[in-house]
C-alpha cells in the first residue's frame, strides 16, 4: 500500500524556518519523483519543489534560495527545508509522487501527472 506521510508543519513567525518530512512506503523510491506543493483555501494547488533519484532538483522561482529539498533514499523520506518564511507561504502542504520520466520541472508543474498525495500538513507564518 502506497503512502506518504507529511509532518512538520506549525505556526512560525516571519523570518523563522521549518522543516516538513515526507515519508513514504509502498512504492520504489529511486523509480519517482517527489515534490512539494501547497494550497492555500480557494486558490489553486501550486507546486513548490520537485526532485528525483537522477537529476537536480526544480524550485519555483519565490521559494528559490529560502528553500531546499532533499531526499534520503535510506530512509525513503523527502525533506524540504524552508527559511525566511514569510506570510504567503502560509498553506496547507502536500507531498505527492510521480514516475520519473526524466524531465522533473514539467511534472512538477502538473500536478495532474502526481499518482500519489499525502494527506497535508498545516504551515502558518505570523507574527
Known amino acids: 500500500q502506497v503512502q506518504l506521510v507529511e509532518s512538520g508543519g506549525g505556526l512560525v513567525q516571519p523570518g523563522g524556518s521549518l522543516r516538513l518530512a515526507c515519508a513514504t512506503s509502498g512504492f520504489t523510491f529511486d523509480d519517482y519523483v517527489i515534490g512539494w506543493f501547497r494550497q492555500v483555501p480557494g486558490k489553486e494547488r501550486e507546486a513548490i519543489s520537485c526532485?528525483?533519484?537522477?537529476?537536480?532538483?526544480y524550485y519555483i522561482d519565490s521559494v528559490k534560495g529560502r528553500f531546499a529539498i532533499s531526499r534520503d533514499g535510506a530512509q525513503t523520506t523527502v525533506y524540504l527545508q524552508m527559511n525566511s518564511l514569510k506570510s504567503e507561504d502560509t498553506a496547507d502542504y502536500y507531498c505527492a509522487a510521480g514516475v520519473d520520466f526524466a524531465d522533473v520541472q514539467a511534472l512538477c508543474l502538473s500536478p495532474a501527472g502526481m499518482d500519489h498525495w499525502g494527506r497535508g500538513t498545516a504551515v502558518t507564518v505570523s507574527s
Open positions: 526532485i528525483s533519484s537522477t537529476n537536480g532538483p
